[in-house]
């Protein structure tokens, strides 16, 4: 997993800042999709206690080393959820960090490994998807994206920052 990093998992440091602007208050709920090993969600609960965070993801093998990674830290805001994020409510969370997470869906990308189904046609599927669901969400929801293009997101949001070359994109 740790040669998958670098490719595949946030960086602490982009941790750190997503999270500043992912909890404007305390009790916010966020979601991260294609949560991977969990690094994400585990740093950000670190950072962020007052705060709730959620990692989806399709491979049990992951989520499994995300569950371990949390009760080594001993951290209680934190969840991780087996299954495919077209599976969720949205409105149960209140804000999003997306990490191109189907971006692996095509072809040339190096794959974490070949537990999951991977096209084209998914690729676009869960993109369209998550357009929708963001296209229904309420005024005021943030998003971070690292690596992800503009046009995944609806343009009723507006990008109020950027980092890292703007790889890192802060939406409301």
């Keep these: 997993m740790q040669q998958l990093a670098r490719r595949h998992w ?3 440091n982009v941790t750190h800042q997503a999270v500043q602007f992912l909890v404007p208050r305390d009790g916010v709920r966020v979601l991260d999709i294609g949560s991977g090993v969990g690094k994400f969600c585990l740093g950000a609960a670190y950072y962020k206690p007052d705060a709730f965070f959620y990692g989806i993801e399709q491979r049990k093998n992951l989520i499994g080393h995300a569950e371990a990674a949390k009760k080594i830290l ?4 934190v969840a991780f959820i087996q299954g495919n ?3 969720l ?3 149960q969370y209140d804000h999003f960090y997306f990490y191109n997470s189907f971006y692996e869906n095509i072809k040339s990308v190096t794959k974490i490994d070949y537990n999951v189904s991977f096209s084209e046609t998914l690729y676009n599927y869960y993109n369209r998807y998550l357009f929708k669901q963001m296209e229904e969400m309420p005024a005021g929801t943030r998003i971070v994206t690292r690596c992800s293009w503009e046009d995944k997101i609806p343009p009723s949001y507006t990008v109020v920052n950027s980092d890292f070359d703007s790889m890192l994109r802060f939406l409301i």
Excluded: A, Y
Excluded at 74 to 77: A, D, E, I, K
């Design 10 to 12: 946030t960086p602490l």
């Design 74 to 77: 001993g951290l209680s805001n």
């Design 85 to 87: 994020f077209t599976k």
């Design 89 to 91: 409510d949205m409105k």
